[in-house]
């Protein structure tokens, strides 16, 4: 049996079926690894919470890179260009990136 024949089965728990609601990621790296925490801002709310942190080998993060390129083009195809807001319009609230230190 090759590498295309193999499956894998996922279970996806029940509280992970719900999601988590992000609109901020902080995204950092070192040489062998990429750290995306992802938070939720609130207006009117001066502190953020980290919900999730997602830690990933470089390989990992070029395959979600190119799978999620891939599915915005799909995404687009079917239901038109995703609109971003200019610069400043979303009061600094967003996915940015962050430089890794």
Same mark, same amino acid.
């Given at each position: 049996?090759?590498?295309? /024949?193999? /499956?894998?089965?996922?279970?996806?728990?029940? *509280?992970?079926?719900?999601?988590?609601?992000?609109?901020?990621?902080?995204?950092?790296?070192?040489?062998?690894?990429?750290?995306?925490?992802?938070?939720?801002?609130?207006?009117?709310?001066?502190?953020?919470?980290?919900?999730?942190?997602?830690?990933?080998?470089? /390989?990992?993060?070029?395959?979600? /890179?190119?799978?999620?390129?891939?599915?915005?083009? *799909?995404?687009?195809?079917?239901?038109?260009?995703?609109?971003?807001?200019? *610069?400043?319009?979303? *009061?600094?609230?967003?996915?940015?990136?962050?430089?890794?230190?």
């Amino acid at each position: 049996m090759n590498q295309a /024949q193999k /499956q894998i089965n996922i279970e996806l728990g029940e *509280k992970e079926s719900e999601g988590i609601y992000s609109n901020l990621a902080l995204i950092s790296h070192s040489p062998s690894e990429f750290i995306i925490d992802f938070a939720r801002v609130l207006p009117g709310t001066p502190k953020s919470k980290v919900y999730a942190r997602i830690v990933m080998t470089p /390989q990992h993060i070029k395959m979600l /890179q190119n799978a999620l390129e891939e599915n915005v083009k *799909k995404y687009e195809n079917r239901f038109g260009n995703i609109k971003l807001l200019g *610069k400043n319009e979303g *009061k600094d609230i967003g996915f940015q990136v962050k430089k890794a230190e």
